[in-house]
């Protein structure tokens, strides 16, 4: 139902847009997120955006680079990754929340897409 794409390699420095769309049902009323996870580590939280998309909040690694936005009519949500590191290297995944607002917690989400590879080479 959900589905993200967008990934790929990079080197340091560049941006990326990855891109969740939603098919079989509308998340028009749900907080969502993006999260991602690297080899041998758990899922981390990067970004959330409320159901308005008025209110998103970042992971500090993610605060003043990513920005996350959503487009209704295109029953989508979106990543702006810029200025990317080797450290943001990881599966990312998208998420939509049990409620309508936003939410840092993975235990919070109740449907995820399958991730999409990004990889930032130094």
């Known amino acids: 139902q959900l589905q993200a794409s967008g990934g790929g390699l990079v080197q340091a420095g560049e941006s990326l847009r990855l891109s969740c769309a939603a098919s079989?049902?509308?998340?028009?009323?749900?907080?969502m997120g993006w999260f991602r996870q690297a080899p041998g580590k758990e899922r981390e939280f990067v970004a959330t955006i409320d159901w308005k998309g008025a209110n998103s909040y970042y992971s500090e690694s993610a605060q003043g680079r990513f920005t996350i936005s959503r487009d209704y009519s295109k029953n989508t949500i979106y990543l702006q990754m810029n200025s990317l590191k080797p450290e943001d290297t990881a599966v990312y995944y998208c998420a939509a929340a049990r409620s309508s607002s936003t939410s840092a917690s993975v235990d919070a989400y109740a449907y995820w897409g399958r991730g999409t590879q990004v990889t930032v080479s130094s």
């Open positions: 079989g049902r509308r998340f028009s009323n749900n907080g």
